[in-house]
Structures are given as structure tokens and as C-alpha cells.
């Protein structure tokens, strides 16, 4: 078995695995006259040609503690029946894992179709999301305002991007955003309506991306920077009464202040549900972004079976606003760790209580330390892939 990534010419072969894996119809001649769009790496026969299993790798920009870093995301998980079980998508997992210090991705993302599947590659669950469906009248409360506008065509685009990375920097595993890729400002070809709220003094505040549905109003993005832009657009989707009757928020934060401020009742709908996975790549780069009081030392030991470079003892060291980070081999240690866990707590974190329910934690001692340095983070995540 070869590991390699796939020429611009192998788009074919990716669709061939694709349409068996996902049991979809695709035209395999025309696949031919098109070239590969996102990276995508395979396990190949010993020929070297023969594809019998891919993973394509998405390069991202992710939040995680205030700072953007570099994120792979895995998408296009495939292999092929005859060839499966026989350890080919682990082989790519173990290539991409190998090589993300030189790709500088020191955390993943990906959407599972099972959980306990992507827990051998040592990915964990890392956002839950709530959804909130109300009818339209919950929204009485909220005085009704005119304050936001439709976005169309690229000049909208600067203030979006700006405001949605200064949203985004407050949420662990939300991605950095640069470019129009995920804000199609073609409202009356896509039906996909951004419409940005400005406050009284003409500063941009928030905004939300709705799609009808029926005579439900979906809002998969919700983006506001304080209570007042948060008023503002709930405000501004009163605007729409009579068009429909109610508006679902698929895509908020755990804890989400939404349904503080909605008037919500019996006819609300609540629900939430598990996002994406994630895991940490690079150990030492996540552990220098956590913080506790000056003069607080940590020791923890960190197994992780598919990047086993990850594997050792991590002396945590906390002074004003700087953590140092030093691997050592052996010594005595607070808690231990499997990756799973540490992805877990370092990406989403838990309460006090939780941890004592963390699969793959052991404490040894420091607990109240260690309950402050993995207390629950806000996360969040909008993107498909």
C-alpha cells in the first residue's frame, strides 16, 4: 500500500470511490476533463495508481483561546468495499498526522458519520450546538426596528468579514473567514439573505444569514458583538411577520443568550445536537495558549496512540500571561490523559463536576487547577465541509 496525494489528473478516481462510498450517480468521463479542487490524499495500491481509499484535507485558520491558528479540516472519507477494513484510511490518517508540523495545522475538525469510528484517530466531540425555533409574536417583546440592511455583491463583503472575525476570536473552534466563500451575496439567485444591522451610529454590529423555509425563517448564522446588536437583529426579523410565521436558530452556541431575551413559551422548540469533532495535532502549541494564576505549575501525561509524537510528560509552568511548556520523558504527574480527553477539554471543556465523568482523565492531584484550566469554553463552528 502507497500513500500519496492525488495529481490534479485523479479527480476521476476520487468520483469513482466517492460514488461508491456515498451511493451517488456521477459521470466518470466527464469527471475526466475536470481537475482536483481541494487537496486529497490516497492509499493506493502497490501499482501506485489503483485508489482504494482517499481523505481530502481542507486547510483552515481556527480560533482556539483568542488566537487563530492553523486547522485541518477532513472531509471526503472514503474507501472502497473490497478493499475496507484492511487499515487503508488509517494509513492516510497516520500520513496527515506525520506531516501537519510542516502544513502547520496544530488542530482538526471534521463531521462524523460515527463517533466511535473517528475516536480511534483520537478525535473527540467538540461543538454541540442548540437550535431554538419560535414563532414570529415570541419576538413582541424585542422592539421592532429597521436598522440592518441587505447585503449584495462584493463592496458588502469587507464589513462582514471584519465583523464576523471579531465574533468568531470569541469562540474555540469557529474558523477564521478571508474570503467570499462563505458569504454568497446573491441574495435573489441563492435565497440566501445576509442582512448586516448597524446601531445608531452607522457602526456594524452584527448580522444574520436566513434562508426561507417554507413559512419558517431559518437563521443558520447568527453574529452579534454585544446585547444591544443582539436586540437589534431580533428586532429587525419582526420585519418579516405576515412573510412567515416562525424563525429557526439551527446554529447557536451552547449557553446562547437567544433564548433569554425571545419570549419563549409551550409552542417553543428547543433541541440540540453534536457538530463536529476535533482533536489537537500539536500538544505543546495548545498547552502555551492555556492560562492560570502566575507561580501555578501543572504536569500531565498525554497518550496519543495515532500521533505518537504527541506521547510524554508536559511540565505546564504559569506566569503573567505566558505559559512555558516542557516535554519531558518520565516523573511524577497530576493527571493523565488520552488525546480523546485532552481534545475534549482543551478544545470544549467541562465543569468540575464533568470531569470525574471525562472518559480517558485521571486525576492525581491539583484538581481545582485543573478545573480552572479546562473550565467550559464558548464554542461554536458555522462552516461545512
Known sequence: MLIRELRDDELYKSAKLSSLAFSYAVNIEEKKKEGLKEHTYGAFLDDGETLIAQVVAICYASYHNGVSVGALGIAGVASSPEHRRAGAVRAIFNHLFSIAGEKGWELSYLYPFSFRYYRKFGYERAVRHRTLTVALPALN???????????EGDASLPELLTLYNRFAQRYNACFARKDDKYFPLDPYGTQ?????????????RGYFKAKPNGRTLDVPELVYLDRESL?????????????????????????????????CDRSTSFGAYDGAMGRVLD???????????????????????????????Y????????????????????ASLTINAFSLLALAGASDAELDYVDGLTIYGKRALLAKLFARRPVNLFEEF
Do not use: H
Open 231 to 263: 436586540l437589534g437583529l431580533l428586532g429587525f426579523l419582526r420585519m418579516f411577520e405576515g412573510q412567515f410565521d416562525s424563525v429557526c436558530f439551527n446554529r447557536l452556541e451552547q449557553g446562547s443568550p437567544v433564548e433569554l431575551v425571545i419570549d
Open 141 to 151: 417583546g424585542i422592539p421592532r426596528n429597521c436598522g440592518a440592511t441587505l447585503m
Open 315 to 334: 511540565l505546564l509552568r504559569f506566569t503573567d500571561g505566558e505559559t512555558t511548556v516542557e516535554k519531558r520523558c518520565d516523573g511524577d504527574v497530576d
Open 192 to 204: 440566501t439573505y445576509f442582512y448586516l444591522w448597524r446601531n445608531a451610529s452607522g457602526e456594524a
Open 283 to 313: 500538544v505543546s502549541a495548545c498547552l502555551c495558549r492555556m492560562r492560570a494564576e502566575s507561580g501555578e505549575t501543572l504536569t500531565l501525561r498525554i497518550t496519543d496512540e495515532a500521533c505518537p509524537k504527541n506521547t510524554g510528560i
